[in-house]
């Protein structure tokens, strides 16, 4: 089953857990943008942010890349750790 978070970005449930994101559109990926956009905001390097938040240095660079899947357990770690948050919206289409 797969839900819609702005059109762009897909979350796949397995047995009603959020497993992974799958992003439709690289160029136009909104978290990745959102999370480099904060990090550089509070001065922080990829691996200073990674250290802090505790995430791996190498997810940290797939993610603000637009990495077409990534845990979602994490995306919500770094997310948190910014003051950041996505919605799930309904999808028009």
Same mark, same amino acid.
């Given at each position: %089953?797969?839900?819609?978070?702005?059109?762009? +970005?897909?979350?796949?449930?397995?047995?009603?857990?959020? /497993?992974? &994101?799958?992003?439709?559109? %690289?160029?136009?990926?909104? +978290?990745?943008?959102? &999370?480099?956009?904060?990090?550089?905001?509070?001065?922080?390097?990829?691996?200073?942010?990674? %250290?802090?938040?505790?995430?791996?240095?190498?997810?940290?660079?797939?993610?603000?890349?637009?990495?077409?899947? &990534?845990?979602?357990?994490?995306?919500?770690?770094?997310?948190?750790f910014l003051s950041l948050k996505i /919605?799930? &919206? /309904?999808?028009?289409?």
């Amino acid at each position: %089953m797969y839900y819609t978070v702005s059109g762009i +970005i897909f979350v796949k449930y397995v047995d009603n857990i959020p /497993e992974r &994101v799958y992003n439709k559109n %690289m160029e136009t990926n909104i +978290i990745a943008n959102c &999370v480099r956009q904060k990090r550089k905001k509070l001065g922080l390097t990829q691996q200073e942010f990674a %250290m802090r938040s505790g995430l791996g240095l190498r997810f940290i660079r797939e993610l603000e890349q637009g990495k077409q899947t &990534v845990r979602l357990d994490k995306v919500n770690h770094a997310l948190k750790f910014l003051s950041l948050k996505i /919605e799930v &919206v /309904e999808d028009d289409e």
